[in-house]
């Protein structure tokens, strides 16, 4: 499939979301830009897949879940790092905005589902992913962005400029 450019598709958000300084700091063969609903075509849930376990839906579903999204406004960020010689997805990331009562009626920013090609790790894909990511919370207005990983990744995050803080729970087996 030959590159498409961004305003050929159609984006979960607009692109000039995603900060300048993250695009220009790119290889040029690659780009980043928000999910298209046509990104099940260029392997969104393979790399995905470099994570954890991925159910393939189908297409429809696959763009029913993303319009179910998109109907969300400022609320779903999800972006794709595109190899333009092939035009496949090669990372992948998401931000979520979640709007409070507190803080003054505050958001926060959680990242979740950060994938790397395993063919394309170690080339600071996943941290650029991350910068765009808690640039869009940032310009947000979040007050604060958070994720949660395994011990083996953090030492990815702290070089992304995060340090561990609190503790996750969750229902006992
Ligand atoms: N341990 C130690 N250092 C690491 C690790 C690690 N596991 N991973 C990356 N780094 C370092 C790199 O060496 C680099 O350091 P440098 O600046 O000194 O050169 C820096 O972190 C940035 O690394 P990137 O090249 O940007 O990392 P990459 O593109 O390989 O992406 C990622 C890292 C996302 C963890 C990738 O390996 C991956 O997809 N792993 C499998 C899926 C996964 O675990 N995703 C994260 C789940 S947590 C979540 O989604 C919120």
Redesign the pocket.
């Known amino acids: 499939m030959p590159f498409t450019l961004d305003n050929q598709l159609d984006l979960l958000f607009p692109s000039e979301y995603i900060p300048e300084d993250v695009k220009s700091q790119l290889h040029p063969d690659l780009h980043i830009r928000p999910l298209a609903s046509s990104d099940y075509r260029r392997g969104h849930l393979d790399i995905l897949s470099?994570?954890t376990v991925v159910t393939d839906p189908g297409e429809d579903a696959w763009i029913a879940q993303f319009n179910a999204m998109r109907a969300a406004p400022k609320t779903y960020y999800s972006i794709v790092i595109v190899d333009k010689k092939s035009d496949r997805i090669v990372?992948v990331?998401t931000i979520f905005i979640e709007r409070k009562f507190l803080r003054g009626l505050g958001s926060v920013g959680h990242?979740?589902?950060?994938?790397?090609d395993?063919n394309?790790?170690?080339?600071?894909?996943?941290?650029?992913?991350?910068q765009a990511l808690t640039g869009i919370s940032e310009n947000s207005g979040c007050y604060k962005t958070i994720?949660?990983?395994?011990d083996?990744?953090i030492?990815?995050y702290q070089?992304?400029g995060y340090e561990k803080k609190e503790n996750e729970m969750t229902p006992r087996l």
């Open positions: 470099v994570l990372a990331g990242i979740e589902d950060i994938a790397v395993k394309q790790q170690g080339k600071k894909l996943g941290l650029r992913i991350i994720l949660n990983c395994s083996s990744n030492p990815f070089k992304c």
